[in-house]
């Protein structure tokens, strides 16, 4: 079974920009389609991006298009979003999870191999 674990989050200022990873185990990335998804205080989780297993296709929620950037690396099995110019309205725990060859409608959300998380804080 796939599994994935996030790493990378922390505290930065509003402009500014972190890299997140997320190392998949088990299964190579050559099969898996790789979600980023973020869930805020009180609000629902929101799907950030998502690269298929390919790399071929890369989809990019409208708040962070121009901004975020997804990639993977299949030799290393990491998948990373590069989020730049960063503002408070980014700050949530962040998800990465593996899905089967494509990136999954929002019902199939939960279909997914997914870690535990790591929680990205912008604020002066």
């Known amino acids: 079974q796939l599994q994935v674990a996030e790493s990378g989050g922390g505290l930065v200022q509003p402009g500014g920009s972190l890299r997140l990873s997320c190392a998949a185990s088990g299964f190579t990335l050559d099969y898996y389609a790789i979600g980023w998804f973020r869930q805020a205080p009180g609000k629902e989780r929101e799907g950030v991006s998502c690269i298929s297993s390919s790399g071929g296709v890369t989809i990019y929620a409208d708040s962070v298009k121009g901004r975020f950037t997804i990639s993977k690396d299949n030799a290393k099995n990491t998948t990373y979003l590069q989020m730049n110019s960063l503002t408070p309205e980014d700050t949530a725990v962040y998800y990465c999870?593996?899905?089967?060859?494509?990136?999954?409608?929002?019902?199939?959300?939960?279909?997914?191999?997914w870690g535990q998380g790591t929680q990205v804080t912008v604020s002066s």
């Open positions: 999870a593996g899905f089967l060859y494509f990136c999954p409608n929002k019902k199939d959300f939960d279909s997914g191999s």
